[in-house]
């Protein structure tokens, strides 16, 4: 309001600059400030707010120097090309909006450089219609006052009654009804949430113990848990999967797990994810002071070398070697401290396997998979990523991960001789999501990893049956 406010007060006032050359400076500003605004303001620019006081205040003062005195920046204003921009403003202000927005949505790519440049034509061409057949007309007394637009009023109003009555009628079934099944699909994705949920349970002093387990697999009073899975939240992706082949084979597990946090004690990030440090110290703690014979360890390894695909710095790790936050040091701290921790589990007898990360689909954008799913009824492999492409991503982490088979016990599982075929890491099979953004599996993908995990449950199983009672 105080920007409209300001534009008052200036019609209201007479402040006159009387010095032309002083009106000349402060058209000059005027121009700069708004300028200014075009370029540094941003999306994430507060606006409206305190950042809306730049381009005012600077259409004030050009507003308030020329009409003291005509200025060179008011000349150039003036200018035909100018005007006619002005005059079809308001017109390409509405215009605008709607023309990007569904080009946007109906695009599964970003919009290149020509079919902006069309939009904007399009754009300015609607606005010079509007103007000249819906502005000027109604501007003049004589056109409001001709009985047809009563007419036309009329028809349009029922038009649109007949459009909307037809309209409810057609999609009066749910939405699940109508829209494609591929559009379906990417939906159902959308609306799952990764988190294990309801698939853990506790038994007796969980709580006191280590902040609270969350028990998986076997629930049969008294069992003891023979496997953990420790990990990121790609390791939470994984759980239904661990939980079902659990209760298959009779084998109960316990899930160590935190967002943002590699299950790699020693390794450290800078600020550290909150509460990662004392999540990985009670799973440390509980697989040595505990019959763990099996240890699961699942995280996106590359994201704490390199900081995905953003390149995020406050993702990399450190070690009390090297506090350098870059990726070579990254990788550095993940083999000094990966690898002695892995040794440590394996000699005392723990058989420990390291899941190699899933494959990461950089063109995941739900909201452009639906859109394209809907428009073409179609699914949305085209934008699976290429296995190559995989690979260049998980080549540091692997470089370390794949010297670890030396150490007795201790097995790497790749995840991508599933999930890769024909030199394509595949986003969905049978027409449904694998993932359910760019690097977590959907419960659909983490169940096709099956045979990539049931041999750790048969050995646990043998190893029962060959124990004695």
């Known amino acids: 309001m105080w920007e409209l406010a300001l534009g008052i007060l200036i019609a209201l006032s007479a402040v006159k600059i009387r010095s ?5 400076v402060v058209s000059v500003a005027g121009i700069s400030a708004i300028v200014t605004s075009v370029i540094m303001f941003s999306d994430k620019t507060s606006f409206p707010g305190i950042a809306a006081l730049l ?67 399009a754009a300015v061409i609607m606005s010079w219609l509007s103007y000249r057949f819906i502005e000027i007309p109604f501007r003049k007394k004589s056109f409001i006052h001709r009985r047809y637009v009563v007419l036309f009023l009329g028809a349009a109003a029922m ?90 084979y009779g084998e109960q597990g316990v899930v160590f797990d935190s967002g943002n946090c590699p299950p790699i004690i020693g390794a450290h990030q800078i600020p550290p994810a909150p509460g990662c440090e004392e999540e990985k110290g009670n799973a440390f703690r509980y697989i040595r002071n505990h019959d763990i014979q099996n240890v699961i360890l699942i ?5 704490y070398i390199s900081g995905g695909q953003n390149n ?60 394209h799913a809907v428009r073409t009824n179609k699914n949305v492999s085209f934008i699976s990523v290429r296995a190559e492409q995989s690979e260049r991503t998980q080549a540091l982490p692997n470089s370390v991960i794949e010297t670890l088979v030396a150490l007795p016990n201790v097995h790497v599982l790749d995840p991508t001789n599933l999930l890769c075929k024909d030199g394509i890491c595949n986003l969905e ?13 959907s419960t659909i993908g983490a169940m096709s990893l099956e045979s990539l995990f049931t041999p750790i449950f048969k050995s646990m199983e043998t190893l029962r ?5």
């Open 312 to 371: 995020k710095i406050s993702a990399l790790i450190t070690d009390s070697s090297d506090r350098a936050t870059s990726s070579t040091a990254a990788l550095g701290a993940f083999e000094r401290t990966l690898v002695p921790m892995v040794a440590q589990l394996s000699h005392e007898g723990r058989s420990v396997y390291i899941v190699e990360q899933v494959p990461e689909q950089t063109q995941f954008d739900l909201r452009k998979m639906f859109y």
């Open 159 to 248: 038009g649109i009654m007949a459009i909307s009555g037809m309209l409810i009628e057609q999609h009066s079934s749910p939405l699940s009804n109508r829209i494609p099944l591929p559009a379906k699909h990417v939906l159902d994705a959308s609306s799952e949430n990764i988190y294990w949920g309801g698939v853990c349970f506790q038994t007796p002093g969980d709580e006191s113990s280590y902040g609270g387990l969350c028990r998986i697999g076997n629930a049969t009073k008294g069992a003891e848990p023979k496997f953990v899975v420790w990990g990121d939240s790609h390791a939470e992706a994984m759980v239904p999967l661990l939980n079902t082949l659990g209760r298959a």
């Open 429 to 441: 099979l049978n027409g449904k999501l694998l993932y359910r953004d760019e690097s977590h599996l």
């Open 20 to 24: 032309h050359f002083l009106a000349e």
């Open 55 to 121: 381009p005012t205040i600077g259409a004030a003062a050009f507003i308030v120097a020329n009409e003291s005195h005509p200025t060179r920046a008011g000349r150039l204003l003036s200018s035909t090309p100018l005007i006619f921009m002005g005059l079809i403003s308001y017109s390409l202000y509405l215009w605008h909006w709607p023309l990007f927005v569904f080009a946007k949505l109906a695009s599964s790519n970003p919009l290149s450089p020509m079919m902006m440049t069309g939009l904007c034509t």
């Open 299 to 303: 995280a996106r390894w590359s994201y």
């Open 465 to 469: 049956s060959s124990s004695p009672l």
